[in-house]
Structure formats: C-alpha cells, structure tokens
C-alpha cells in the first residue's frame, strides 16, 4: 500500500496529499487541470490525465471532491475507478456524499475484488494543514486496518463506524451538530456587539466554559477579523445539510434546527456568498 491516487486537491486536499507525499508514500494525482496540481507536483507528485488511468496505477485511491453527483461518475463512470483498479486495492471516497450512495460503490466493487470505504472528514482547513482531522468511516474491518496508517497521517481522531454508509451517516450528525452550532455562536457575537461589549474579550471568557466549541474557538476569531475565506464553503454545507435532510425525512424525523440553518445559508447563496466560508453567516444578521 505504498502508492496512492489523490483526486480532489482543493481547500483540504492539498494539504492532505502533501502530508502522504511527506510520509514517503508514492503519490499520483488527477486534477482537470494540471495547473492546480502543480504545487504537488514540484513537491514529488505524479500527474494523471485521466481518472483511469490514475486508478491503474495505485494501491489506494482517494477522492474528495464536491458532490454526490461528482463522486458517482468518477466511480461508476465509463472508464472509472471501478473499471481500472486492480483486485486487492482500495478505494477510499472522503467525500461528504450519500450513504445510499456509498452503499452502491461498496456493492460494485466488492464484486471487483476492490476494497472499499467511505470516509468523510471533520476539521476543516485547519485540521486538514495540521493532520487532526477527524475521520468517520464505513466499510469492512479488514479494509479498514490495511488503510488505518494512511488515515492516521490525515487524522487525529479515525473510528471505523460500522459497514457501508456508516461512515457518512456519521458525518451527517456532524453537520446537523455544526449547523445549529453556527446560529448559536453566531448570535453570541452579535449580542456581544450590540451590548458593546469587546467580543475578543468576551472570547477569552466563554471559549473554554460549557458554551465552547470548535466552531467558537476556530471561526468566530476570524469573523472578527472580517476573514471570510472558506475553511469550508457556504456551497458544500448546503449540500451536506441538503443531505442530512433527505435522510432524516426518510428516517420520519423532524429536525427544526437543521432546517433553519439551510434556510439561511441558502439565502446567503442567494446573495453570491456561496464561496465564502461558513462563518459568514454573520453576513445573515449584518
């Protein structure tokens, strides 16, 4: 397991591959164009033209790209991974995707002899820089422990959640968590504001009390600072909470929270924000 295929270099991706490539570990790319590529590149990485043919080349393959829609058609697609992986491999999909999704993969290319995983991640640009992502993953044990050491440059926190799709309904509950999450330290700021209070102060006080969380400690002092460059865009969380939703009404669940906040991060959309990073929000209330 020592050569790897990275497809999906964007915010998190980079830095990700860049630490495999660090690791000593082989890595091939595939990127639609080779422009985006070329930090890698000057650090070591091989550039693929097609998915493929990158697929043909590697022990393990792993796409993190934008959407559901993205992930079927490099996987399932003519000339796709499935096609051109070789029995033994693995396939590892940290995209935040459809555990029905999954599923499908998981099936095709157990068919192929191909391991297969799904396993989304938490951290954001931050945790992906730094290595402390965590990673939520579905699949196989014995599929997991071949691949657990990659996962463990990536991350600080990897738990195998069960089979198949289990791996990216735990991602959903991250999301739901982080979207009510959003609204809550989002209204402490702007409360803080309007009482005139200093909020980098007010910080200090709350960040390591019960009203803690990572979104506080890591977002909110880039609000402050009017730095609403994506860690994470306003356009993937709508589709991870657009998912979420699916999901829980096919489940018969009522989730209030997780509706409001896709509502107001679509009207952020709405507005041509849908680049900037969640913690624009603000944005919502200014």
């Known amino acids: 397991m020592k050569k790897i295929g990275f497809v999906g270099t964007g915010v998190m991706g980079a830095s990700m591959a860049g630490h495999l490539l660090e690791a000593g570990y082989e890595v091939f790319v595939y990127t639609r164009t080779k422009a985006k590529a070329e930090s890698l590149l000057s650090k070591g990485a091989h550039w693929e033209e097609t998915p493929g043919a990158l697929a043909s080349k590697v022990d393990v393959l792993i796409s993190m790209v934008g959407y559901p829609q993205d992930v ?10 499935l096609e051109n992986l070789a029995s033994g491999s693995v396939a590892v999909d940290m995209t935040t995707s459809s555990p029905a999704l999954a599923k499908k993969m998981a099936k095709v290319a157990l068919e192929k002899g191909v391991g297969m995983l799904d396993a989304p991640v938490s951290g954001g640009d931050i945790g992906a820089k730094n290595g402390t992502l ?3 993953v579905g699949g196989a044990e014995e599929v997991f422990l071949k691949v657990k050491p990659i996962f463990e440059i990536l991350g600080s926190s990897v738990v195998l959640q069960g089979a198949a799709g289990a791996g990216q309904h735990t991602k959903m509950v991250n999301q739901i968590a982080i979207a ?12 803080a504001e309007a009482a005139g209070l200093n909020p980098s102060r007010v910080l200090e006080s709350i960040s390591g009390g019960a009203a803690g969380s990572w979104s506080l400690s890591n977002l909110v002092p880039r609000v402050l600072k009017d730095d609403f460059s994506p860690g994470f865009f306003i356009k993937h969380f709508i589709k991870d909470m657009g998912i979420a939703i699916s999901e829980a009404k096919q489940m018969g669940l009522e989730l209030p929270g997780l509706l409001l906040a896709e509502k107001m991060y679509q009207t952020l959309a709405e507005q041509g924000l849908s680049e900037e990073g969640t913690q624009a929000l603000i944005k919502y209330y200014r």
């Open 72 to 81: 079927e058609e490099l996987y399932l697609g003519e000339n796709g991974f």
């Open 134 to 136: 965590a990673i939520m």
């Open 180 to 191: 009510s999450n959003m609204i809550g330290v989002t209204e402490a700021i702007i409360y």
